[in-house]
């Protein structure tokens, strides 16, 4: 009896141990990928457009897929990650995003997502290319 026990114990060790060999085996990219879940950023208006939406950030093989969704956006708006919080964007961006265009725009950033989490950055999009300096709609990353 106590042997039928301790071959259990014994087929159950070596199968944890089957798993921690696996997921060590793993490289960090792929595990990381499998347990990163969506993020979502929340796009406030700002300046009077009325521009309010989403910016999606998953992590994707090669960086983070970034989708902008916002409404009553009109033409073509550039869009960048910022360094700081919305109130206090830095001037120069961190990152370029794709144009959004008629409210939309997805890019592909070189950057895992985990190097954009909890590091204080903003997604932040202008009113168009020639006014730059007015901000119509961002989003601080968690």
Same mark, same amino acid.
């Given at each position: 009896?106590?042997?039928?026990?301790?071959?259990?114990?014994?087929?159950?060790?070596?199968?944890?141990?089957?798993?921690?060999?696996?997921?060590?085996?793993?490289?960090?990219?792929?595990?990381?990928?499998?347990?990163?879940?969506?993020?979502?950023?929340?796009?406030?208006?700002? +300046? /009077? @457009?009325?521009?309010?939406?989403?910016?999606?950030?998953? &992590?994707?093989?090669? $960086?983070?897929?970034?989708? %902008?969704?916002?409404?009553?956006?009109?033409?073509?708006?550039?869009?960048?990650?910022?360094?700081?919080?919305?109130?206090?964007?830095?001037?120069?961006?961190?990152?370029?995003?794709?144009?959004?265009? +008629? /409210? @939309?725009?997805?890019?592909?950033?070189?950057?895992?997502? &985990?190097?954009?989490? $909890?590091?204080?950055?903003? %997604?932040?999009?202008?009113?168009?290319?020639?006014?730059?300096?007015?901000?119509?709609?961002?989003?601080?990353?968690?």
């Amino acid at each position: 009896m106590h042997k039928g026990v301790m071959a259990g114990a014994a087929a159950a060790c070596c199968a944890l141990t089957g798993v921690a060999v696996l997921a060590a085996n793993q490289p960090m990219g792929s595990m990381h990928m499998m347990s990163m879940k969506p993020t979502v950023v929340v796009m406030h208006a700002q +300046n /009077g @457009s009325g521009e309010n939406g989403t910016a999606t950030l998953t &992590s994707v093989s090669g $960086g983070t897929k970034v989708v %902008i969704s916002l409404t009553n956006a009109k033409g073509t708006q550039p869009a960048h990650i910022h360094p700081g919080p919305c109130s206090k964007l830095a001037p120069a961006p961190k990152y370029a995003l794709s144009n959004v265009v +008629n /409210g @939309s725009s997805t890019t592909i950033v070189k950057v895992p997502l &985990s190097d954009l989490l $909890g590091k204080h950055y903003a %997604i932040n999009v202008h009113e168009s290319t020639t006014n730059l300096a007015k901000y119509v709609s961002c989003g601080n990353i968690p």
